[in-house]
């Protein structure tokens, strides 16, 4: 917790006594002091202060195409990247049209639920035209590696700093 601070900034517990002693200020000609906190204290900064806007059509591409880290999530995500991209072109026409038509576009739990939507959409279309069962097992094996990877996603602890 910053030692400035008088709460906490997520469960809002006061500062003890003992941390949050008043900082004698002696009156000094020169340059000022820097402020210097830690990465802890930057981290609840940011928690605390980020504003909470709306996530854009790039926010939503680069969490459903992009790889975060590692080699696992790297393969699940190159598995998963026909439904990704099919979602993406659904995604982005439906966009283009709100935009034309002049109407708000809110993709606030788009990745989540764009890709089961359009996973689906493509199924029907397999049940119209007798889609041969390759067709069907790549489609789900992509739907698949993209559910443990976004699992594996809600697992890790996410950091504000990176």
Same mark, same amino acid.
């Given at each position: 917790m910053f030692h400035l601070a008088k709460t906490c900034?997520?469960? #809002?517990? !006061?500062?003890?006594?003992?941390?949050?002693?008043?900082? &004698?200020?002696? $009156?000094k000609k020169g340059p000022p002091k820097k402020?210097?906190? /830690?990465? $802890?204290?930057? %981290?609840? *900064? *940011?928690?605390?202060?980020?504003?909470? %806007? $709306? !996530?854009?059509?790039k926010d939503v591409a680069a969490e459903l195409v992009l790889a975060k880290g590692g080699s696992v999530d790297l393969?699940? /995500? @190159?598995?998963a990247l026909p439904v990704t991209a099919l979602t993406l072109a659904v995604l982005g026409y439906g966009v283009l049209q709100a935009m034309r038509k002049r109407l !708000?576009?809110? *993709?606030? #739990?788009? &990745?989540? @639920?764009?890709?089961p939507t359009s996973t689906a959409l493509l199924a029907m279309l397999f049940v119209q035209h007798?889609?041969?069962t390759a067709a069907w097992v790549a489609v789900g094996t992509s739907f #698949?590696?993209?559910?443990?990877r976004d *699992? @594996? %996603?809600?697992?890790? &602890?996410s950091d504000p700093l990176y």
């Open positions: 900034p997520h469960c #809002g517990a !006061p500062q003890s006594d003992e941390i949050a002693q008043p900082v &004698k200020v002696e $009156e402020l210097e906190i /830690t990465a $802890e204290e930057a %981290r609840s *900064l *940011l928690a605390a202060s980020a504003p909470d %806007r $709306e !996530p854009r059509m393969v699940l /995500t @190159l598995i !708000p576009v809110n *993709l606030r #739990g788009a &990745k989540w @639920l764009a890709v007798d889609a041969p #698949g590696a993209w559910i443990v *699992l @594996l %996603r809600a697992r890790a &602890k």
